[in-house]
């Protein structure tokens, strides 16, 4: 038995082809202009939250309470942006296509709850327009890469 070699296709997606699967990573890592800004926006976004707190310790009555509102809000979404920055620097799409089917997990590091859609449900595969309240598989990838993923995956689908 040979040992398998890992191919990539653009500079995110690295897949391996074992006997019995195929497997895919997608990382998730952005250019580091990209990150730069990130950053940036979100040291300004802390900035505004260190505001509201100051405010909130000098103001009085429905002051403090409006106040409280919008730490709240300022909280959720710091939450949100602590988040992508964490999946940005460490997340990544892990895809399994075998003999039973396909397993889509959305990893930070190795954690991650996996998704398994039985191959039978799975007719082609196929690049679509993205449209943002729907579950995507390799979001944000340029089309070229798009459809050398789903060539890819309808050859597995075929192989196993």
Same mark, same amino acid.
């Given at each position: 038995?040979?040992?398998?070699?890992?191919?990539?296709?653009?500079?995110?997606?690295?897949?391996?082809?074992?006997?019995?699967?195929?497997?895919?990573?997608?990382?998730?890592?952005?250019?580091?202009?990209?990150?730069?800004?990130?950053?940036?926006?979100?040291? *300004?976004?802390?900035?505004? @939250?260190? *505001?509201?707190?100051?405010?909130?310790?000098?103001?009085?009555?429905?002051?403090?309470?409006?106040?409280?509102?919008?730490?709240?809000?300022?909280?959720?979404?710091?939450?949100?942006? %602590?988040?992508?920055?964490?999946?940005?620097?460490?997340?990544?799409?892990?895809?399994?296509?075998?003999?039973? @089917?396909?397993?889509?997990?959305?990893?930070? @590091?190795?954690?991650? $709850?996996?998704?398994?859609?039985? $191959?039978?449900?799975? $007719?082609?595969?196929? %690049?679509?327009?993205?449209?943002?309240?729907?579950?995507? %598989?390799?979001?944000?990838?340029?089309?070229?890469?798009?459809?050398?993923?789903?060539?890819?995956?309808?050859?597995?689908?075929? $192989?196993?």
């Amino acid at each position: 038995m040979t040992a398998a070699i890992e191919k990539k296709i653009g500079h995110r997606i690295t897949f391996l082809w074992h006997e019995d699967a195929l497997t895919v990573i997608i990382g998730q890592q952005i250019p580091n202009a990209q990150r730069m800004m990130l950053n940036a926006w979100f040291a *300004a976004w802390l900035l505004i @939250g260190a *505001a509201f707190c100051y405010s909130y310790s000098i103001a009085e009555g429905d002051e403090q309470n409006f106040l409280l509102m919008c730490l709240a809000f300022w909280s959720f979404f710091a939450f949100r942006v %602590v988040k992508v920055m964490a999946w940005r620097k460490m997340g990544r799409e892990m895809i399994r296509i075998d003999a039973e @089917g396909m397993s889509i997990k959305n990893a930070f @590091g190795k954690y991650g $709850k996996a998704k398994f859609f039985l $191959k039978d449900n799975i $007719k082609r595969m196929e %690049v679509i327009k993205r449209d943002p309240t729907k579950f995507m %598989v390799g979001t944000q990838l340029n089309e070229r890469d798009s459809k050398a993923l789903a060539h890819l995956f309808d050859k597995a689908l075929r $192989k196993f």
